[in-house]
């Protein structure tokens, strides 16, 4: 790898299907560096999203797919001393984003919902899940993005009502 740094943990214009380009010659290799970025993914949530897209091509795996893999290698490398900080805040409100994709997916049409939890100024929870259903419409895969989203928010309110915490936060 070189030391040039890289913007984003995968290009913006990888399609990515299934058995496409020439197989992989060693795909354990592909197999066990994809293992590793899962694990990496709790502490890195801005890969989350692209190491879910290459874990769909465990058993279909090709040159391409192993590209995708090294540009996230990249992108992390270039990205070192980058991470999670958790710090004060002037507030305390809790805030989720979410947002989906309509069928971007192209070996299956599904969607990719993704969302973000934070108190204050600090990300305490992150989700990029593909849908299981193939959504018929933008708004579906919105309305199934904020339901997986809301249900988290209610099980956060129950952990901090649990840690005594529910009242501190607005």
Request: with cysteine; hydrophobic share 40%; proline share 3%.
């Amino acid at each position: 790898m070189n030391s040039k740094s890289v913007e984003t943990p995968m290009d913006s214009n990888a399609k990515l299907l299934p058995s496409q380009g020439e197989p992989l010659l060693d795909p354990e290799k592909y197999r066990i560096l994809v293992g590793k970025l899962n694990y990496l993914i709790v502490t890195w949530p801005d890969i989350s999203f692209v190491v879910s897209v290459v874990s769909q091509f465990l058993n279909s795996w090709c040159v391409d797919h192993w590209n995708a893999v090294i540009h996230i290698l990249k992108y992390i490398k270039g990205s070192l001393g980058k991470g999670l900080l958790c710090g004060q805040s002037n507030h305390n409100k809790v805030v989720c984003y979410s947002n989906d994709d309509w069928a971007r997916s192209l070996s299956d049409r599904r969607s990719t919902s993704r969302y973000c939890v934070l108190i204050g100024d600090n990300l305490i929870s992150w989700k990029s899940k593909k849908q299981h259903v193939v959504a018929r419409s933008s708004v579906e895969a919105e309305y199934r993005g904020m339901a997986l989203a809301t249900y988290e928010l209610i099980w956060l309110k129950h952990l901090l009502k649990e840690f005594n915490l529910e009242r501190s936060l607005k």
